[in-house]
């Protein structure tokens, strides 16, 4: 349980929120640049995976640093929360779903750059649907584990409805591309502030 600590969970939440937000948001301007018409209203997110102008590329190579280290994220997580003494069934629940959604993703991930081949677009549907399914059960729980603790700040609870409802949302609305990306905010909100959960937990 070496790698699964306090402080290396800080370095992969942190490393992974980073290398999210800068080469997602690299991506979409490469993109942007050379077809203005992309936006949250009319694109999801994955749509970048075949993207023009090199964006298909960082997207990608985002995508897999982001997910790799999203897995000691949510581990460390897992095990600060049972440290704060909260029920290790939820734990591991949560824990399970966070890490089924990472791997869904991973999956993903070769799949990206063939989407025209109609075997690779139903794979990717369908590992999409796994990984909002899974993330939204594990927002649920996350949220059900940090209000029931009066030892974890409440805000920490808050920020896991927000997702867990987004989720659940998509779920239903995935055309409706505004809420889509209101889950991906979820899921950066999520990560920045469950970050900051580990470095306000005491080993």
């Not at 992969?12 to 301007?29: D, M, P």
């Not at 600060?80 to 824990?95: D, G, V």
């Not at 591309?177 to 905010?185: E, G, K, R, V």
């Amino acid at each position: 349980m070496i790698l699964f600590n306090r402080k290396n969970g800080i370095i992969f939440g942190s490393l992974s929120w980073i290398i999210a937000f800068c080469l997602f948001t690299i991506a979409i301007g490469l993109y942007i640049s050379v077809d203005p018409y992309y936006s949250i209203f009319s694109h999801h997110l994955s749509d970048l995976g075949v993207g023009k102008n090199y964006s298909n590329v960082i997207f990608i190579i985002g995508l897999a640093f982001t997910e790799v280290f999203q897995i000691p994220f949510y581990l460390s997580i897992g095990i600060a929360l049972k440290q704060n003494k909260s029920n290790f069934n939820l734990i591991k629940i949560a824990m399970g779903a966070s890490l089924i959604s990472t791997l869904s993703l991973i999956l993903v991930i070769p799949l990206l750059p063939d989407l025209g081949n109609p075997i690779c677009y139903t794979m990717h549907g369908i590992l999409g649907f796994i990984h909002f399914i899974a993330m939204a059960i594990a927002y649920t729980f996350y949220s059900i584990i940090e209000l029931s603790n009066p030892r974890i700040s409440k805000i920490f609870g808050f920020v896991s409805i927000y997702s867990a409802l987004f989720y659940s949302l998509t779920i239903i609305f995935f055309t409706i591309h505004i809420i889509y990306w209101l889950a991906i905010s979820g899921i950066f909100l999520w990560v920045f502030m469950h970050t900051l959960f580990l470095i306000r937990t005491k080993e």
